[in-house]
């Protein structure tokens, strides 16, 4: 497809349980952002690849929380032993290059909703 | 450490009105400014963006955002506005060398008929 995608676009889990979400970015896109949006928070930064590479990780909430990429297109960001305050929509973005000459696009989110 | 502040959580406007909607940064040397908008249902979409030179920026849908470094803001405005730009609007600041978009807690704009 032209954009970037999420999957699943909606995961219900328990508590205590492992998750995993899935992001396909636009072909060729270098970047990839992953942002967190809960009720009222706005989007909160979680990490940032460039290739495979991620050089800033510094949102991540807990060591709970990890993602990789690889063949640097699609990502996973994986949840550990999740808790209900992790119950947000998960939002990822891809960009050719950098952000100051080109555009961020962003997927449809992941709604995860933790019992 | 870089931040965004938009003061305002909702605005109502009718329809037709003009817009103004508040965004104030706090960063140490010349910020890289950004507005996007999340439409019901729908991903972010950038509005606009600011990294250097002519400080009144024009965007998509009609909109513009002036940079003021006076007062740390970068205000988005709309001179007339339509049932359809209701929605949440981010204002973002690029934070560290890879220039990433940190977000707001976003305004949510109501239109009225």
């Known amino acids: 497809g032209a954009g970037v995608s999420q999957s699943p676009s909606n995961k219900v889990t328990e508590k205590g349980k492992d998750v995993e979400l899935r992001c396909d970015p636009i072909s060729g896109h270098t970047a990839l952002y992953w942002y967190r949006q809960s009720l009222g928070q706005g989007l909160e930064f979680l990490i940032y690849?460039?290739?495979?590479?991620?050089?800033?990780k510094s949102g991540l909430p807990s060591d709970r929380f990890s993602a990789e990429r690889t063949g640097g297109s699609v990502s996973t960001l994986t949840i550990q032993r999740t808790q209900q305050e992790d119950s947000a929509v998960y939002l990822c973005?891809?960009?050719?290059?950098?952000?100051?000459?080109?555009?961020?696009?962003f997927g449809p989110g992941t709604r995860l909703t933790v019992l | 450490a870089q931040s965004v502040t938009q003061p305002d959580i909702h605005i109502t406007v009718s329809e037709g009105a003009s817009l103004e909607l508040r965004c104030n940064y706090s960063y140490g040397a010349t910020p890289y400014l950004f507005w996007y908008v999340q439409s019901p249902g729908q991903g972010l979409q950038l509005l606009l963006k600011?990294?250097?030179?002519?400080?009144l920026v024009q965007g998509i849908k009609g909109f513009e955002a002036e940079f003021k470094r006076s007062q740390s803001s970068f205000n988005l405005r709309k001179p007339s506005v339509h049932w359809s730009d209701a929605a949440e609007y981010f204002c973002?600041?690029?934070?560290?060398?890879?220039?990433?978009?940190?977000f707001g807690r976003g305004t949510s704009l109501i239109v009225h008929p």
């Open positions: 973002a600041v690029g934070r560290g060398g890879s220039y990433i978009p940190t």
């Open positions: 600011y990294f250097s030179g002519d400080t």
């Open positions: 690849f460039q290739g495979n590479s991620a050089p800033d």
């Open positions: 973005a891809s960009l050719r290059g950098d952000v100051r000459y080109n555009e961020q696009f």
